[in-house]
C-alpha cells in the first residue's frame, strides 16, 4: 500500500505523520511505502521545520532527511490513500482530482481516530512548544488507528 500524507507547507504536520507510519511500518514489519506533500509551494525543498525535527526527535522519529515538495495530480497514480490534514487541505487536493477515483483516495487522517467527526490536525506553525507536541501526539494516535482500521496489525 502506497499512503502520501498531505498538508499545507509540508514541513509541519504531514513530514510528521510520514515520520511515524515509516517508524511503525518499521516496528511492526508492515509493507508500505510513504511520502509526504504540501499543497502549497512556499517551503519546497526544505527540511522539516527545526521545532518539529527537535521535537520528533524527542518521541524517537526520525524526519531529517525529509524534504519539503508539493502535491501534485500525480500523486493520485503514485498513491493508494492520501491523508489530508485539515480540510482546506483536503478542498485544495480534490480540485487537481480528475475523477472519482481519485476523488475516492483522497481523507482526512483524524477520521481514522474519530471516524465521520472530520476533525482537522492543527496547524502549529505560528503556534508553540505545546502545539507542536500535541500534533505529534494526535499523530501517534491516528497512524495506530490507521494501521488498526486496514488491519495491519
Ligand atoms: P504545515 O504547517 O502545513 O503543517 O507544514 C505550515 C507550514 C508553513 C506555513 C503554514 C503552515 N506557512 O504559511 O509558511
Redesign the pocket.
Known sequence: MRVLMV?????????MADGWLRHKAKAYDIDVLVDSA?T?G??VGEKA?TRMRKWSKEYGIDIEDLRARQFTQEDFDRFDIIFA?DQSNQKNILRLARNEADRAKVHLYLNELHPGKNEEVP???YGGEADFKHVIELLDAATEAFLKNYQFI
Open positions: 498538508c499545507l507547507g509540508n514541513i509541519c504536520r504531514s513530514p504540501g502549497a512556499f517551503h521545520d490534514m496547524d502549529p506553525y
